[in-house]
């Protein structure tokens, strides 16, 4: 026989969770935690607790439930691989890197306006070390097609086969990918072999 539950007790599952955790449940974890018999059910309690105001979701992530005056959310963003900050890094396959997340990293949420499109990659090397971006740091990146002058990018260098981490710039006909490092010159590419795959939302250090 299934526990009984009702939408307070599902508030209350979602808040603790919370508090023990810092992050949302997700949909599947209330199902489980509270024994209800589908998701279908688990979202129409969800919609009907934010329909009252009790709740906050954001339908495009996983872990997208707030509940208001509880705890400082974070959210968990895939970390996808490894990106050069230094001379790109050949990578196995034609993709710039991992399509299935190795880990997870957990973030503040008010250090990214939103978690929409986000994904992590570990920096190998220092060119971009006088950008406050060192070896073994974690950048949150944010995915997009295109880029203003000076950002910094998660770049795809086709014609090498390499993904690389530097400032972005162009200039008479070509890209320059401008590393943050006066010891390393920049990488001068045609255009159309230069596929940006993100820029730098946030960087995340480990201090040894």
Do not use: C
């Not at 939408?7 to 508090?19: A, G, S, Y």
């Not at 990578?91 to 978690?115: C, F, G, H, K, Q």
């Not at 993904?163 to 200039?171: D, H, P, Q, S």
Request: no cysteine.
């Amino acid at each position: 026989m299934r526990k009984s539950y009702d939408r307070n007790k599902i508030l209350e599952f979602v808040r603790d969770f919370v508090e023990a955790k810092g992050y949302a449940p997700t949909v599947g974890e209330i199902q489980r935690g509270m024994d209800i018999s589908s998701k279908s059910v688990v979202h129409k309690h969800l919609d009907a607790l934010e329909e009252e105001g009790y709740i906050k979701r954001d339908s495009q992530v996983t872990r997208g439930i707030e509940v208001a005056g509880v705890g400082k959310r974070t959210w968990a963003v895939p970390l996808l691989g490894t990106i050069a900050a230094g001379q790109p890094i050949p990578v196995p396959t034609e993709d710039t890197w991992r399509a299935v997340a190795l880990d997870n990293v957990d973030i503040p949420s008010d250090l990214v306006s939103s978690r929409r499109e986000l994904f992590a990659l570990r920096v190998k090397g220092t060119s971009m070390i006088d950008a406050l971006v060192d070896d073994g740091d974690i950048v949150i990146i944010q995915a997009v097609n295109s880029v203003e002058d000076g950002e910094m990018v998660a770049a795809w260098l086709s014609d090498r086969n390499e993904a690389t981490l530097k400032k972005f710039y162009r200039e008479n006909g070509r890209i320059r990918l401008q590393p943050a490092n006066q010891t390393m010159q920049p990488i001068y590419a045609d255009p159309s072999n230069v596929v940006v795959q993100g820029k730098v939302s946030a960087v995340i250090r480990r201090y040894k």
